[in-house]
């Protein structure tokens, strides 16, 4: 078991780039490994690191990856700007600036003994594909787990393979559609809170983590409260901009809540008069 | 000028109504004015009317987090606005903003409602006439969607 | 606003601590901090203005000045006495030096494949001493001690030029138009947080300063200066003066349920009001006490192999403080004003146990178009619809 070192949350660690693998025209997935083994990478799921690209930019970024691994850190970058453009075009062996983990993250804890319900839309299902791992591997503490997804076509989906291969565990089920179908799909065509009256829920036993656009998460929500789940059994993750991730550049305040320190997960019951607030 | 009576009856979506229930359309509804730019009703908002709009026209719209506002749909002249009063738990889902000076008449959803709890001919009137209109939206959205615009590859 | 008095008749401490200081004597107070090493800072006049820069002695202070304070508007004057404090805030807070507007966080170079930190070891610095602080200045500076040292992680540059720093407070003898910490709860009178406390006396009897101590440090100073114990009637004096600054206020903030009002009207026609107004300058926030908001910008040179992260001051007036990608979420000129003032007033509560503002108007003097944040919440209290300014 590495010692984890106490970690300065101001200073990034070099961490190398160990594989740089492609899942969507304009989403990588980045491995990242400690240069200094001695540096820590655990993390709780939906927690992010500050990703620094050397004299580029520095970002948040969930950390998409096993929570069960210590020696890596794996991140889903979608490349929409400067900073992330270069992340994704990091070459195998360079050098990546990290900071963190921050963040409250997912109540993977509190859900054991639960349903666990995953609802994402596109790069959303990043933050939440550590949640699945965590239930997979503890697939006894858990109830159902059901993992509802969708993107904009078929290629604009993340993690096709794994998402095939969950469809096979136990008591699991995976539900997937898309905005356009194209010519070979042969799933669901259509909004991810229509697929929600598929998964069968048990609305006492459930809890939900949703994660993707703000006006899909809405959309969610209202659906899952008309299917009888309370706001305290019902989990958000929100983006705002970031500059320093500790509490002290003001940047991601959201009504009263700093999303760096008090997200990004957030209780519905905390966020739902905020959410309708508009430019807040 | 033409009373409300008279705009109820001449329209196309009241058309074939039996005289009582016109008479209750009528006692449910009011004349109501939006100016350009102000909001008629705003998504989470309780929903307890619809409109037919007599002038002007309303954006629909949903906000995400950044930007303006995406505009979904517009509803003009002669249309009606907002079935989210029929259905639990009767709020509205989308922001509609008056993107002219909007003239309409309002019906009262709520009273509505339970008349139409009461007796089942007038609900039935009714969930005919909104089913036409959310079915021809559906068509509209779905043709919306396709994006017959694009280069298909 | 009787108990408010009350207490200014209790403020500063017993008489048998305090001490009367001739005003000939400030020079030497000035002198024996500086020898125990501090740099003192203070008010000097430069460009029209009273602003805070390096004191080296009495000669620096605006004695004889005096300041008129209005929305939007600050203009120095001769005062007809020579009394060195005779004037309220200016448009810097110690946030100058505690929160420095710019500062390099570290330094990289890039080396191989990789990179390392450089320069990261804390540098010793001369540590200040803040002459002049008014009660307004040590409840902001303690508004952000709670958020910069005290909440989950700790600003090591706020720490570092905060910590140490010799604080001379001086109570307020008079009040500017634009000034409102009565009703705040902040001032005039000084309660804590100093290492000596100075009340100005100017009359009859003489040119003279109150002293007290506040720390074994300030008692230290105490001992190397001519002072002599304060009669029952200095007390009284220089309570009555405080008492007085207070009266003069005329401005005030209402904050019974101040989270509700503000939470509960995020879409009242008031914001639409002051938006029409605000030019989203941002000479509010950067004037502000409390202020915080800090931005980072990367700096590379030329080879792309050194690189800097560097900390300046940001405002969430300006376009781009709530960018995410595709865009801003507070577009508009409401949207960012409503922010400001609902962060300031309310969810800083719900944030850090304190409002963010401790009353010393200074938003109110240095806005361009001399907007008054107690006349908004006034305006909004009293449900005005789209009324004038």
Redesign the interface.
């Known amino acids: 078991m590495p010692v984890i070192t106490e970690f300065d949350?101001?200073?990034?660690q070099?961490f190398?780039v160990r594989e740089v693998s492609k899942e969507t025209p304009d989403t990588f997935t980045l491995r990242l490994d400690p240069?200094d083994m001695t540096t820590g990478s655990a993390f709780q799921p939906g927690q992010f690191s500050m990703l620094w690209s050397?004299?580029?930019?520095?970002l948040p970024i969930s950390i998409s990856g096993d929570p069960a691994l210590h020696d890596c850190l794996v991140y889903t970058v979608r490349s929409?700007?400067q900073a992330?453009h270069s992340l994704v075009n990091q070459k195998v062996?360079?050098?990546v600036?990290v900071r963190g983990p921050f963040g409250v993250g997912w109540p993977v804890e509190t859900a054991r003994g639960r349903d666990v319900i995953v609802i994402a839309g596109g790069i959303g299902l990043a933050p939440l594909r550590p949640v699945i791992y965590k239930v997979l591997q503890n697939r006894k503490d858990y109830g159902r787990l059901v993992i509802i997804y969708g993107g904009r076509s078929p290629r604009d989906l993340l993690y096709r393979k794994e998402l095939a291969k969950w469809a096979h565990s136990p008591e699991t089920q995976v539900l997937v559609t898309v905005d356009y179908g194209g010519l070979s799909w042969r799933g669901h065509v259509g909004v991810v809170p229509s697929l929600l009256k598929y998964s069968r829920l048990d609305s006492a036993r459930s809890v939900a983590m949703v994660c993707g656009p703000e006006i899909m998460m809405r959309f969610v929500i209202r659906e899952l409260e008309g299917q009888g789940l309370s706001r305290d059994d019902i989990y958000l993750s929100m983006?705002?901009?970031m500059?320093?991730a500790?509490?002290?550049?003001?940047?991601c305040?959201y009504?009263?809540h700093?999303i760096c320190?008090d997200g990004p997960v957030f209780r519905c019951e905390q966020v739902r008069p905020l959410l309708e607030?508009?430019?807040? | 000028m033409e009373t409300l009576e008279r705009i109820i009856a001449d329209h196309p979506f009241f058309a074939g109504l039996d005289g009582g229930f016109t008479n209750l359309m009528v006692s449910c509804a009011s004349n109501v004015q939006f100016k350009a730019g102000t909001y008629i009703f705003k998504e989470g908002d309780a929903a307890n009317s619809f409109f037919l709009i007599r002038e002007g026209k309303v954006a629909l719209e949903l906000f995400p987090?950044?930007?303006?506002p995406i505009i979904v749909s517009t509803i003009g002249i002669g249309e009606i606005l907002g079935w989210s009063w029929l259905f639990e738990p009767f709020q509205w889902k989308f922001n509609a903003r008056a993107a002219d000076n909007v003239r309409a008449i309002a019906l009262d959803g709520k009273c509505l409602r339970t008349k139409c709890e009461e007796n089942h001919d007038l609900g039935y009137e009714v969930l005919k006439r909104f089913a036409r209109i959310i079915e021809q939206r559906l068509d509209a959205t779905r043709l919306q969607l396709v994006d017959v615009y694009a280069v298909r590859r | 606003m009787s108990a408010v008095l009350t207490a200014a008749r209790r403020g500063v401490h017993q008489v048998a601590e305090q001490h009367i200081l001739g005003a000939d004597q400030l020079g030497n107070l000035i002198e024996a901090i500086a020898r125990k090493g501090y740099q003192v800072v203070g008010p000097t006049l430069r460009d029209g203005a009273i602003v805070y820069y390096e004191i080296q002695s009495v000669k620096d202070l605006p004695q004889g000045w005096t300041d008129e304070q209005r929305p939007g508007n600050y203009r120095l004057k001769g005062r007809d006495d020579e009394a060195f404090f005779g004037y309220a805030v200016g448009p810097q807070s110690w946030k100058k030096y505690t929160h420095p507007a710019q500062v390099r966080?570290?330094s990289?170079e890039?080396k191989d494949?990789?990179?390392?930190?450089l320069n990261?070891e804390e540098k010793p610095e001369t540590p200040r001493a803040f002459l002049g602080a008014r009660a307004c200045e040590l409840a902001a500076i303690a508004v952000q001690d709670r958020?910069?040292l005290e909440?989950?992680?700790r600003?090591?540059i706020y720490d570092r030029h905060r910590r140490g720093a010799f604080i001379v407070a001086v109570q307020c003898t008079q009040a500017a138009a634009t000034c409102f910490c009565v009703s705040m709860g902040t001032g005039p009178q000084v309660s804590g947080g100093f290492d000596l406390v100075l009340t100005e006396l100017l009359d009859s009897k003489g040119h003279r300063f109150l002293v007290a101590a506040g720390t074994a440090r300030g008692a230290e100073i105490l001992c190397e200066l001519k002072v002599i114990p304060a009669t029952e009637e200095d007390h009284r004096d220089a309570a009555a003066r405080v008492e007085a600054a207070a009266r003069q206020q005329v401005r005030s903030i209402d904050t019974t349920g101040i989270q509700e009002l503000l939470y509960e009207n995020?879409e009242h026609p008031r914001w639409d009001n002051v938006a029409a107004r605000c030019l989203t300058c941002a000479n509010c926030t950067m004037v502000c006490p409390t202020c915080?908001?800090?931005?980072?910008e990367?700096v590379?040179d030329i080879s792309?192999n050194h690189?800097e992260r560097w900390r300046h001051w940001?405002s969430?007036f300006t376009q781009s403080?709530?960018?995410?990608?595709?865009?801003?979420?507070?577009?508009?000129a409401?949207?960012r004003y409503r922010?400001w003032m609902t962060?300031k007033l309310?969810?800083w509560i719900?944030?850090f146990g304190t409002s963010g503002c401790v009353g010393c108007g200074r938003c109110i003097t240095w806005c361009p178009v001399g907007i008054d944040i107690t006349e908004e919440v006034r305006a909004m209290r009293e449900g005005e619809k789209c009324g004038n300014p």
């Open positions: 949350p101001m200073l990034p070099p190398l240069e050397f004299g580029v930019g520095e929409v700007g992330t062996g360079s050098s600036g983006e705002r901009n500059k320093c500790v509490g002290f550049c003001g940047h305040q009504g009263p700093f320190k607030k508009y430019e807040l | 987090s950044q930007h303006k | 966080l570290w990289a890039r494949s990789t990179f390392r930190i990261n958020v910069l909440d989950r992680y600003d090591p995020f915080f908001c800090t931005s980072i990367e590379s792309g690189a940001d969430c403080f709530s960018y995410i990608h595709g865009g801003s979420v507070r577009t508009s409401k949207a922010q962060h309310a969810s719900d944030q």
